[in-house]
């Protein structure tokens, strides 16, 4: 298809280049017909090399090329482009037996012919970028869509809610307080997951609030073998980002980390905000023999697919397990 | 008294099976695990009469437990999940508790066990490898001095039968097992795992390639340079895979 294209435009070139050659240099003393004839060869030399002009502004982007610079590069190129066309022209009238054309005013109209091919170049690429620009915006946003409605769907495991109101049931019989204290906390998680669920943006803040909650209910759960560790500094906490973002990846931590080794660990969140970009990391430990868990691969493709979508693609998401400790690193740029 | 053994990696889980079963006058706890292996090593101990088993445990699952014990206990399993029944009855567990669950359902589920006690014991059905809706995961072995190894099945490079058992090999660990390989090709992902001769399970990933030996007769070179013979129909199952 590229190619096709290119064939067009060089076609239209050689095309222009003869009908205004011919109609500059036409005498009445010579045939119409022969001038054709001669042009046509210098012609396409132009067209083939207007065409290839293309590189040149590829390497040269309107928008962060000096304009110095710009005018150096494609008016040295024009002039060499309409030499080699004067050059040509002289050439093929010679071997047709005719008499050498003015070299002046052929000159110029190569180089204006040059020059507008570079001009037409540029609207193309700009075109072209709009229309990328255009598509790629799209496709974000489908994937954010998707993203969200995935989030939605999993947003909190339903084992979790099970075996919570289980441990609320343990506890009513031995540690009526703590019974209550442990329902009034699922209950707040839940609420404030609702409402925050609901919203484009929330600060880290508030998505480590919620963090903090869910923790709170597992070490009820999980006990000793839970531990935590939250550091986040105030840049970090005051950054706007997508509600929801850490939570399934400490649940995963959680579910899939401190559940599967038997003396437990710390889970580790960390997020600071340097040279404005948000880094947050999570690690935990992993038996790494448990059973390849399904849900943990999706849970954490989710997270990538959704940091993607919200940032349009500038997030870095990473994942990675080594020597039986799990790491999750998310780099969002402000 | 019912001996029992109640096995949760969540002290409240366990704490709330010991409370409701305090009620019961003829039931006498004699031992509560954290995780599978004490599970495994505590039924060896104890020889109890039923066993309160959560499935999703660290180190092995209820399941896995289940696969090394030399006796079979009546087993009543209780967990948050409920995706796990068709296994639980495939294992001949005797109940299966839905967490959270009410002091009644408990009580019902002792009634039956106290049913079940006035059988014969040899009527209590061997527990053990179980039929498996999703290929295994991973194995697990019970070495002769008890210890228990766990070889997720990613790791393993070929299984080789040796006599009446088999000796899986993965990396620089060989691990022997009493079992029979066709036994274990069931259990494992036909897709993954090829009996490529009588006496060997491959795992397919490992293949480097397969050359001519003989007349009608191959062998997989596997990309630590190991050689090991490939029948005619081993060839031609690995030809529809690959």
């Given at each position: 298809m590229k190619i096709k294209a290119a064939l067009y435009a060089i076609g239209a070139v050689t095309f222009a280049a003869i009908v205004s050659s011919v109609l500059l240099l036409s005498k009445s003393n010579v045939a119409l017909s022969s001038v054709v004839v001669a042009s046509i060869a210098p012609s396409l030399l132009l067209g083939f090399i207007a065409v290839a002009s293309r590189f040149l502004c590829r390497v040269l982007p309107i928008r962060s090329t000096a304009d110095t610079q710009l005018i150096a590069a494609h008016g040295g190129s024009a002039a060499v482009a309409s030499g080699l066309w004067t050059g040509a022209w002289i050439a093929s009238s010679g071997a047709l037996g005719q008499a050498p054309p003015d070299p002046t005013p052929l000159f110029v109209l190569g180089l204006m012919l040059y020059i507008a091919c570079v001009v037409v170049q540029y609207l193309v690429i700009e075109v072209e970028a709009a229309r990328e620009a255009e598509a790629a915006a799209l496709r974000y946003q489908v994937l954010a869509r998707e993203a969200e409605l995935r989030a939605f769907k999993a947003q909190v495991d339903p084992h979790f809610l099970f075996n919570s109101l289980n441990a609320v049931a343990s506890l009513c019989g031995t540690r009526p307080n703590d019974a209550r204290e442990m329902a009034l906390r699922l209950a707040e998680f839940f609420r404030i997951m609702l409402r925050i669920g609901a919203l484009e943006r929330i600060t880290l803040g508030e998505e480590i609030d919620l963090v903090t909650r869910y923790l709170a209910i597992e070490k009820v759960r999980f006990g000793d073998r839970l531990r935590t560790h939250i550091s986040v500094d105030d840049g970090a906490a005051s950054c706007l980002v997508p509600p929801l973002l850490l939570q399934p990846l400490v649940e995963n931590a959680v579910r899939h980390g401190i559940a599967s080794v038997v003396e437990g660990g710390t889970i580790d969140v960390n997020a600071h905000l340097t040279d404005g970009t948000l880094r947050i990391s999570i690690d935990n430990p992993a038996d790494p023999d448990r059973a390849d868990s399904h849900g943990e691969g999706i849970g954490l493709q989710n997270a990538a697919g959704r940091l993607s979508a919200v940032s349009d693609g500038r997030a870095r998401f990473h994942a990675a397990e080594d020597e039986g400790r799990f790491h999750v690193e998310i780099e969002l740029p402000r | 008294m019912i001996r029992t053994i109640i096995v949760d990696d969540e002290p409240p889980a366990r704490d709330i099976l010991r409370e409701y079963l305090s009620a019961n006058d003829d039931v006498e706890i004699v031992a509560e695990c954290a995780n599978g292996f004490e599970a495994v090593k505590a039924v060896a101990e104890h020889d109890p009469d039923l066993l309160l088993l959560d499935i999703q445990m660290p180190k092995l699952d209820g399941f896995e437990v289940l696969s090394l014990l030399d006796r079979s206990p009546m087993v009543v399993f209780v967990t948050a999940h409920d995706e796990y029944a068709v296994r639980a009855f495939e294992v001949n567990a005797l109940d299966y508790l839905l967490k959270p669950f009410s002091e009644d359902r408990l009580r019902a589920v002792m009634q039956k066990v106290r049913q079940q006690l006035l059988?014969?014991?040899?009527?209590a059905a061997p527990l053990g490898e179980a039929l498996r809706h999703?290929?295994?995961q991973r194995i697990v072995v019970k070495g002769d001095d008890g210890a228990i190894q766990v070889v997720p099945?990613?790791?393993?490079d070929y299984i080789e039968a040796a006599d009446d058992a088999i000796v899986i090999v993965a990396g620089p660990t060989k691990v022997r097992k009493q079992q029979a390989i066709g036994d274990l090709a069931a259990q494992l992902d036909a897709t993954r795992f090829v009996r490529i001769h009588r006496s060997y399970l491959l795992n397919i990933d490992r293949i480097d390639k397969i050359e001519m030996y003989a007349k009608d007769s191959r062998v997989a070179i596997l990309r630590d340079g190991t050689k090991l013979p490939v029948s005619r129909s081993g060839y031609a199952t690995l030809r529809e895979l690959l």
């Open positions: - | 059988r014969p014991r040899a009527a999703k290929p295994l099945v990613s790791r393993i």
